[in-house]
């Protein structure tokens, strides 16, 4: 069948073809996080691993004994077992502290949390059980009118901090805080570790980050909450400790750990600046989970590493700038933009959360504008966990990663990462900008990180032996692509004179 001849071919607009899209060095500085903040305070070799090798873990000691991500399995957990008594799910039954460690180990060992720990029961006796002993009568006391809030996600443009001269200066920060308990008045960080440092400066930037977002961005719930007065809490299996909030160093502190972000991410002489001012000793180095890396005998082969190093260098700093355009530019444009405008664009779809709908971690949504319905049916038809889903809004709000489904022309499965969801109907973060919750596409920025991480795995792969790294054809195609070495067909003596 004919179609209708087009009445005009629609060209690209002059300002279009002249648009200069984002490459190169950003002409603004990067929108940090926490973690980054508390790298560059634990040693200015940390942030730099961070930038440039998407390396963290500088504050987890390797030798942990529960491995490597036993903290977020604490306090996982901990989530699992509040939320649980929140809901009227686990049912205490009695006051007995004892019924309450039985239930608690019978709910930890049919988790998924226990399945990705090497050995359940020793890390149940080391950490979570004295906790929960400890923890017994406000678990006990915890119950529908509890107001805990998880993992919340909290940012802003511009945080205060005091200069020693009085002066003031203005920074972006996010971060995500563990727990924020409403009727004890604490905002709570936790960490398997029996020192405090530098949980107690990731509570005080976190609190800091909260009180100063605009009170009308906090969500229906917590707008006559006055987190100033809250305490801070530094929570472990066996301690609690409570953190200045007056604290100047901290302050002072902050404002080198801004300039070791800015100098890295943009002069090329802060790296080897860096390198002269590792915080480590020989007696200490081995509780900096980086040590390793900084440590590290790195053996002959390949020869031509120096020459790796020399053109990898510039390829982390473009990755970095890279990543700074599409996740930290991403982070000013939404708290800087109104919603209108966000949804406008097309960033931003607003979505109803169908009654009822729920199931463990999986819901339902309605999108009511086609265009974003279109949009998202068109993105999310991939598989991959391509979205974010927002209770709440960007400053303050609950974010999960998730895949969406078309199930019908405007509705859609919304399946989150992970394990379950508390009961989102009972969330009162939800519904606080006149619609039930948010939801945007999130910027690959892992694919940016893995890449600068497999570069840098690449250098510290090598071998002492000659015959060895001849026998080793990675180490071969590096001296290769970066050596004197000409590639040949054949693995042979001759093959390779030829
Ligand atoms: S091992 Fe030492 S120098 Fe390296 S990042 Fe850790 S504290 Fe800094």
């Given at each position: 069948?004919?179609?209708?001849?087009?009445?005009?071919?629609?060209?690209?607009?002059?300002?279009?073809?002249?648009?200069?899209?984002?490459?190169?060095?950003?002409?603004?500085?990067?929108?940090?996080?926490?973690?980054?903040?508390?790298?560059?305070?634990?040693?200015?070799?940390?942030?730099?691993?961070?930038?440039?090798?998407?390396?963290?873990?500088?504050c987890i000691p390797r030798t942990a004994t529960a491995g490597w991500r036993s903290g977020e399995t604490f306090h996982s957990f901990i989530v699992l077992l509040k939320n649980s008594i929140i809901e009227g799910k686990f049912k205490l039954g009695s006051q007995n502290p004892q019924n309450l460690i039985s239930h608690g180990w019978s709910l930890f060992i049919n988790s998924n949390l226990a399945k990705n720990i090497d050995k359940p029961d020793v890390f149940w006796k080391q950490y979570i059980e004295p906790?929960?002993?400890?923890?017994?009568?406000e678990l006990i006391g915890l119950g529908p009118n509890s107001k805990n809030y998880f993992e919340l996600t909290i940012a802003n443009t511009k945080i205060q901090f005091k200069t020693r001269?009085?002066?003031?200066?203005?920074?972006?920060?996010?971060g995500r805080i563990d727990e924020i308990d409403i009727n004890r008045r604490q905002i709570i960080d936790r960490t398997l570790r029996n020192e405090i440092t530098p949980k107690d400066y990731q509570v005080w930037l976190l609190w800091k980050t909260l009180c100063s977002i605009d009170r009308s961005q906090y969500p229906e719930h917590l707008k006559d909450v006055d987190f100033s007065t809250f305490d801070l809490?530094?929570?472990?299996?066996?301690?609690?400790?409570?953190?200045?909030?007056?604290n100047p160093e901290f302050e002072y502190r902050t404002h080198d750990c801004y300039a070791w972000i800015h100098d890295l991410t943009f002069d090329p002489k802060a790296v080897a600046e860096a390198y002269l001012d590792?915080?480590?000793?020989?007696?200490?180095?081995?509780?900096?989970?980086?040590?390793?890396?900084?440590?590290?005998?790195?053996?002959?082969?390949?020869?031509?590493?120096g020459e790796m190093r020399r053109k990898f260098k510039d390829m982390y700093r473009a990755l970095l700038w890279e990543k700074i355009w599409g996740y930290d530019l991403f982070q000013y444009r939404f708290l800087s933009l109104s919603q209108d405008k966000l949804e406008k664009q097309a960033l931003l779809c607003r979505a109803t959360i169908v009654p009822k709908s729920q199931r463990n971690n999986t819901f339902q949504v309605r999108i009511n504008n086609p265009l974003h319905a279109g949009l998202i049916w068109a993105k999310g038809t991939d598989g991959i966990d391509r979205f974010l889903v927002?209770?709440?809004?960007?400053?303050?709000?609950?974010?999960?990663?998730?895949?969406?489904?078309?199930?019908?022309?405007?509705?859609?499965?919304?399946?989150?990462?992970?394990?379950?969801?508390?009961?989102?109907?009972?969330?009162?973060?939800?519904?606080?900008?006149?619609?039930?919750?948010?939801?945007?596409?999130?910027?690959?920025?892992?694919?940016?990180?893995?890449?600068?991480?497999?570069?840098?795995?690449?250098?510290?792969?090598?071998?002492?032996?000659?015959?060895?790294?001849?026998?080793?054809?990675?180490?071969?195609?590096?001296?290769?692509?970066?050596?004197?070495?000409?590639?040949?067909?054949?693995?042979?003596?001759?093959?390779?004179?030829?």
């Amino acid at each position: 069948m004919s179609r209708t001849v087009l009445t005009r071919w629609n060209y690209p607009r002059p300002d279009v073809l002249e648009q200069v899209y984002p490459a190169g060095k950003p002409p603004f500085d990067p929108f940090p996080n926490v973690s980054e903040l508390i790298n560059a305070f634990h040693c200015p070799r940390a942030i730099y691993q961070y930038l440039h090798h998407a390396e963290d873990g500088a504050c987890i000691p390797r030798t942990a004994t529960a491995g490597w991500r036993s903290g977020e399995t604490f306090h996982s957990f901990i989530v699992l077992l509040k939320n649980s008594i929140i809901e009227g799910k686990f049912k205490l039954g009695s006051q007995n502290p004892q019924n309450l460690i039985s239930h608690g180990w019978s709910l930890f060992i049919n988790s998924n949390l226990a399945k990705n720990i090497d050995k359940p029961d020793v890390f149940w006796k080391q950490y979570i059980e004295p906790w929960t002993r400890r923890k017994a009568s406000e678990l006990i006391g915890l119950g529908p009118n509890s107001k805990n809030y998880f993992e919340l996600t909290i940012a802003n443009t511009k945080i205060q901090f005091k200069t020693r001269d009085g002066g003031i200066r203005n920074y972006p920060l996010t971060g995500r805080i563990d727990e924020i308990d409403i009727n004890r008045r604490q905002i709570i960080d936790r960490t398997l570790r029996n020192e405090i440092t530098p949980k107690d400066y990731q509570v005080w930037l976190l609190w800091k980050t909260l009180c100063s977002i605009d009170r009308s961005q906090y969500p229906e719930h917590l707008k006559d909450v006055d987190f100033s007065t809250f305490d801070l809490i530094v929570e472990t299996p066996t301690t609690d400790t409570k953190v200045d909030k007056i604290n100047p160093e901290f302050e002072y502190r902050t404002h080198d750990c801004y300039a070791w972000i800015h100098d890295l991410t943009f002069d090329p002489k802060a790296v080897a600046e860096a390198y002269l001012d590792k915080t480590c000793t020989k007696d200490n180095k081995k509780d900096c989970g980086l040590a390793w890396m900084c440590y590290m005998h790195k053996w002959p082969f390949p020869m031509a590493r120096g020459e790796m190093r020399r053109k990898f260098k510039d390829m982390y700093r473009a990755l970095l700038w890279e990543k700074i355009w599409g996740y930290d530019l991403f982070q000013y444009r939404f708290l800087s933009l109104s919603q209108d405008k966000l949804e406008k664009q097309a960033l931003l779809c607003r979505a109803t959360i169908v009654p009822k709908s729920q199931r463990n971690n999986t819901f339902q949504v309605r999108i009511n504008n086609p265009l974003h319905a279109g949009l998202i049916w068109a993105k999310g038809t991939d598989g991959i966990d391509r979205f974010l889903v927002i209770f709440g809004n960007f400053s303050i709000g609950l974010r999960h990663r998730a895949t969406m489904e078309r199930i019908g022309p405007d509705l859609f499965s919304v399946k989150i990462e992970g394990g379950r969801l508390p009961s989102l109907f009972g969330q009162p973060l939800i519904a606080t900008t006149g619609t039930d919750f948010l939801v945007f596409e999130e910027r690959p920025t892992y694919l940016i990180t893995g890449l600068q991480k497999d570069l840098h795995n690449l250098e510290f792969r090598g071998a002492k032996n000659p015959d060895r790294a001849l026998g080793d054809s990675k180490i071969q195609i590096l001296e290769a692509i970066f050596g004197s070495r000409s590639i040949t067909r054949g693995g042979n003596e001759n093959n390779e004179q030829q």
